[in-house]
């Protein structure tokens, strides 16, 4: 999952959001957990064909690196739809490095 999450700080991209429009470097996002999660399949099928992706447990690696989500995470209105809240972008950035110890992204 890090390799994967590492690449997406990178690119400075994640994946579709609700924010009509979504600018990772300016704002926190909310994402749909299930594009999130099929994102990170899509990715992983790559290496292993018969990976299975859990969004729960995604969700919980997620965390450590300053993601939010469940009950609490739901869009106002009629839907009430659940999303994921990522960090803005460099603050995403500076958790990563922070926890692998190492500063990817000197850039920020």
């Known amino acids: 999952m890090k390799l994967w ?3 997406r700080l990178r690119d400075g991209e994640l994946i579709e959001t609700f924010d009509d429009s979504p600018a990772w470097a300016d704002q926190p996002l909310h994402v749909q957990p299930s594009a ?4 990170y399949a899509d990715w992983m099928q790559r290496l292993n064909p018969r990976a299975v992706v859990s969004y729960r447990a995604l969700l919980t690696e997620l965390k450590e690196f300053g993601w939010d989500g469940g009950d609490h995470c739901r869009e ?4 009430r739809a659940r999303y994921w809240l990522v960090p803005r972008l460099r603050d995403a950035r500076a ?5 692998i110890g190492i500063d ?3 850039e920020d």
């Open 76 to 79: 106002p209105g009629g839907t």
């Open 95 to 99: 958790i990563f490095s922070k926890k």
């Open 5 to 7: 999450y590492h690449d």
């Open 36 to 39: 999130i999660t099929k994102a």
């Open 104 to 106: 990817m992204f000197p």
